[in-house]
């Protein structure tokens, strides 16, 4: 399809102030730095204000007027900046290579403290004393139903999962900060958005044990949900390859006119893809509404960053697409809530795609396929557990706050594990999909061979019973 690309198209850059103001908490906020050119600042109480503020996300360039250029200029201006399709270039005649590292790696942005107390100065979107308890609660639920799955595993009762322990935080702060309407394209370490979106802990749990409740009719890997009423797209196990996919959603979105975006994860295994780097330009080129969100867990299974890439970790790479930036806390779920929300209102409001890199650890491992103790120290995996704790750390702060206290907690994670373990046991005794299911759903009438492939397996079934599970229903 052919396209006219435009030379001046909107941007606002630089740093972002947010105003929020709520029942319970109540204080002007903004958002740290985001990787920007062009700083300017950014109202989102007085949207229309912004209108006036423009400047351009791509270089300016000139063109010939019927092919000749002022005589004067081309005398003069030419042997100052070249005129190159794209934007303008200055000359210099210093020879210069870039550096291959910053002297200072980009700051990370925080607004809790290890000890659940606010740094001084800190700028952020506030919450309500309901949503913070919200939160709090999707991540234990989350945390609790990650130990019980797991060991659910190690019992032989579902053949794999993948927690997200440690990174509670991104998964339920970042799902806060979306609303129904904006499409998630997940990895698999993203349950949490699905929780705070309303998928029951038994629906959970039929896709873990693959039965008749499972909404992917028992063809996907335990922990691989989807939703198309939580507008949650289907995980698949291959890295990076839903980052392309996400773009060209968010594209439909703006094509579409939606107030919405699309918001994909991935881990800092996926920045290592080729899909990562095509997803950001075709993001960058299309000014697609995504927000890229990486997990940065310091490994891509047993791979360490550092055996990975020399850059300064993910957020760089960003501004070298022309993609809009922040390096968060990973870890703070104020921080996590405050820059995707921040995120959204950007790519929503000038079409634009964002980057976000959140710094977390994986405390668990990579999922029940690995040991990760045959490559990291058990005193890590501790140190992480124990002092920069996402859930403790958010406790402390609504309990700092009155909103929670220790009669809450203990009712809160027995009621849940009650909650969990009853909907294992339904999960386990409700009847497995039947065969046919295996062909169905990709085709709106039958293909030929996938016909003549049922009846062989329907045939082998018959001939070799003792080979096949008696639980699936023929």
């Known amino acids: 399809m052919a396209m006219h690309m435009r030379n001046i198209v909107k941007t606002r850059m630089g740093l972002l102030s947010v105003i929020n103001h709520s029942a319970s908490f109540s204080s002007p906020t903004h958002i740290g730095k985001f990787l920007a050119t062009n700083p300017s600042v950014q109202d989102f109480k007085n949207p229309d204000a912004n209108n006036n503020n423009k400047a351009t996300c791509r270089f300016e360039s000139t063109k010939a007027d019927n092919g000749r250029l002022d005589s004067q200029h081309s005398s003069t201006d030419s042997n100052k900046v070249l005129d190159f399709p794209g934007g303008k270039v200055a000359f210099t ?38 949503n913070a308890r919200k939160i709090y609660n999707d991540m234990v639920k989350l945390q609790i139903m990650d130990t019980i799955f797991y060991e659910a595993q190690r019992q032989g009762r579902i053949s794999f999962y993948v927690a997200a322990i440690g990174e509670e935080a991104i998964n339920i702060a970042s799902a806060a900060a979306l609303t129904i309407d904006d499409l998630v394209v997940p990895q698999y370490r993203e349950p949490g958005v699905l929780l705070w979106r309303g998928f029951t802990l038994q629906e959970f749990a039929d896709q873990c044990f693959s039965n008749r409740g499972d909404s992917c009719k028992g063809r996907q ?19 990076a390859s839903q980052l392309p996919h996400a773009v060209g959603a968010a594209y439909s979105l703006k094509m579409d006119g939606k107030d919405a975006c699309v918001v994909t994860y991935f881990g800092d295994g996926g920045s290592s893809e080729g899909d990562f780097h095509a997803a950001l330009n075709f993001a960058a080129v299309m000014e697609a509404p995504v927000i890229f969100i990486c997990r940065n867990n310091g490994w891509a299974i047993s791979t360490p960053i550092s055996d990975q890439f020399r850059s300064d970790g993910v957020v760089v790479r960003g501004q070298a697409y022309g993609v809009r930036s922040i390096r968060v806390d990973g870890n703070d779920a104020l921080a996590m809530y405050s820059a995707v929300n921040a995120a959204r209102q950007m790519a929503i409001s000038e079409h634009r795609p964002i980057l976000v890199e959140a710094l977390t650890y994986r405390v668990g491992h990579h999922s029940t ?28 702060w609504i309990e700092n706050n009155g909103w929670w206290s220790s009669e809450a907690e203990s009712e809160l994670r027995s009621n849940v594990r009650k909650q969990i373990l009853n909907a294992i046991q339904v999960a386990e005794r409700v009847e497995k999909p039947p065969v046919g299911d295996l062909f169905a759903d990709v085709y709106d009438t039958a293909a030929s061979n996938l016909i003549e492939q049922e009846k062989w397996l329907r045939e082998a079934i018959k001939r070799h019973p003792q080979d096949y599970p008696s639980v699936f229903p023929l």
């Open 93 to 130: 005649p210093e020879m210069k290579f870039l550096s291959e590292s910053p002297k200072e790696r980009i700051p990370c942005y925080r607004v809790l403290d290890d000890n659940g107390q606010l740094l001084e100065h800190s700028n952020f979107v506030g919450v309500t004393s309901e």
């Open 221 to 239: 890997m335990p922990a691989h949900y989807g939703s198309k009423k939580h507008n949650y797209f289907t995980v698949a196990s291959t890295i």
């Open 369 to 396: 396929s690995d040991d990760s103790t045959r490559y990291r120290s058990v005193d890590e995996i501790e140190r992480w557990r124990s002092v920069h704790d996402p859930i403790a750390r958010f406790r402390k």
